[in-house]
């Protein structure tokens, strides 16, 4: 993981700023490695790069999410939700089965109480599964309980998979939905899809 940040940090010169912990798997999956890897980043003897300018995506371990809220690290939590209906959140994300959106609201309100920080949703938007008037309104109710802002991504066609993006003009009108009902949300702008290395993309590279 270090030397993911270390390589364009010396052999490409680039000034780094800000650090995430996506894409390439499930950082609480190897927690006490991305714990020691945070703390290198974070040293003054380091990278030093703020804790605030560093954050953990999880699919939603739910016990993990407890024992790092407990750290009380300003460090930023972001969550890959992609739907706030617990059904749809199950056919999209297996692991809703093990720890089903219930048990992961508590813990997002569990952190927000012992850090006072602000979490992320990341939801990526598939068309006629999740970005209907019906899932915004979700989204934002959920949003709204734990005071989280929401990360609207676009979906990076993998191959094999069924699912397809949510039109541009579909995707504005959930943006829209979110914003009416006072939720923060962005829509980010994808990058890397020309070397099949966009958000969700690495996962379908089998070597």
Not at 101 to 127: D, H, N, S, W
Not at 176 to 194: C, E, F, M, N
Request: with cysteine; hydrophobic share 40%.
């Amino acid at each position: 993981m270090l030397s993911q940040i270390l390589y364009p940090l010396f052999k490409e010169h680039l000034h780094i700023t800000n650090v995430v912990f996506m894409g390439m798997g499930e950082p609480f999956d190897n927690y006490e490695a991305v714990l020691k890897t945070i703390r290198m980043i974070n040293d003054k003897k380091g990278i030093n790069i703020g804790m605030r300018k560093i954050t953990v995506s999880t699919a939603g371990i739910v016990p993990r999410i407890m024992e790092f809220a407990e750290l009380k690290s300003q460090v930023r939590l972001s969550i890959s939700l992609h739907s706030a209906i617990d059904e749809t959140r199950s056919f999209l994300m297996p692991i809703n089965k093990k720890y089903p959106l219930p048990e992961l609201i508590k813990a997002c309100q569990f952190y927000r109480r012992m850090t006072g920080r602000k979490l992320t949703f990341e939801y990526v938007l598939f068309e006629n599964v999740n970005d209907n008037e019906k899932h915004a309104l979700a989204l934002a109710d959920l949003s709204l309980l734990i005071d989280a802002d929401v990360n609207i991504i676009p979906f990076s066609k993998i191959p094999g998979c069924k699912l397809t993006r949510t039109s541009i003009w579909k995707t504005e009108k959930f943006l829209q939905t979110l914003k009416k009902k006072r939720v923060r949300a962005t829509i980010r702008k994808s990058r890397g899809s020309d070397i099949n290395a966009a958000c969700g993309q690495l996962a379908g590279i089998k070597k």
